[in-house]
T-cell receptor, first 114, second 113 residues
Framework: EPEVTQTPSHQVTQMGQEVILRCVPI?????FYWYRQILGQKVEFLVS????????KSEIFDDQFSVERPDGSNFTLKIRSTKLEDSAMYFC????????????FGPGTRLTVT | AQKVTQAQTEISVVEKEDVTLDCVYETRDTTYYLFWYKQPPSGELVFLIR??????QNEISGRYSWNFQKSTSSFNFTITASQVVDSAVYFC??????????FGKGTSLLVTP
């Protein structure tokens, strides 16, 4: 069964460093998403991406964040200058189409900022 | 504004008991979608069900069933004859006019032998 994959599973970085989180969405899916979950809290939407552009973003997704689809399979989230409060689990998701379709999530990348 | 409330923070049951997880939502839209996801201890988010606002039929899938009632803005999830493997955090989520899933805070279910 096709699944969303994410690398790395755990990333430790120092405050102020740039990190790139990588995702490979399900191959026939057209919409891609990033969410984050701070430990013990609910899952929060960051951004959605379709047709090589951002279709929606939340207030959390400020200028420190960017997304890219560098090739036909990868989808990345970059955090330019990490802060302690960026420590969280970051989930990538994809869906076949937009509004009415379920989103399938990857296993997550745990980001720890020290 | 949209909001999802899962008032039960933690539930503990003994194996084989039935358990219902509550979800109440708020939205001004007439077209919206509701979802349930499971997050086992391993941490991934597993899709369980999607329901659109025009379909109030209840759904049953094995030991799982869902009760959608627009009149009370609720989308409750029942596990029949619970098993230890059902132990997880369960999230209800709402999606209306945008792309984002708006999650509730989750209910942590512990099933003990």
């Amino acid at each position: 069964e096709p699944e969303v994959t994410q690398t790395p599973s755990h990333q430790v970085t120092q405050m102020g460093q740039e990190v790139i989180l990588r995702c490979v969405p399900i191959s026939n899916h057209l919409y891609f998403y990033w969410y984050r979950q701070i430990l013990g809290q609910k899952v929060e939407f960051l951004v959605s991406f379709y047709n090589n552009e951002i279709s929606e973003k939340s207030e959390i997704f400020d200028d420190q964040f960017s997304v890219e689809r560098p090739d036909g399979s990868n989808f990345t989230l970059k955090i330019r200058s990490t802060k302690l409060e960026d420590s969280a689990m970051y989930f990538c998701a994809s869906s076949e189409a937009g509004f009415s379709y379920e989103q399938y999530f990857g296993p997550g990348t745990r980001l720890t900022v020290t | 504004a949209q909001k999802v409330t899962q008032a039960q923070t933690e539930i503990s049951v003994v194996e084989k008991e039935d358990v219902t997880l509550d979800c109440v939502y708020e939205t001004r839209d007439t077209t919206y979608y509701l979802f349930w996801y499971k997050q086992p201890p391993s941490g991934e988010l597993v899709f369980l069900i999607r329901r659109n606002s025009f379909d109030e039929q209840n759904e049953i899938s094995g030991r799982y069933s869902w009760n959608f009632q627009k009149s009370t803005s609720s989308f409750n999830f029942t596990i029949t004859a619970s098993q230890v493997v059902d132990s997880a955090v369960y999230f209800c989520a709402l999606r209306n006019s945008g792309y984002a899933l708006n999650f509730g805070k989750g209910t942590s279910l512990l099933v003990t032998p």
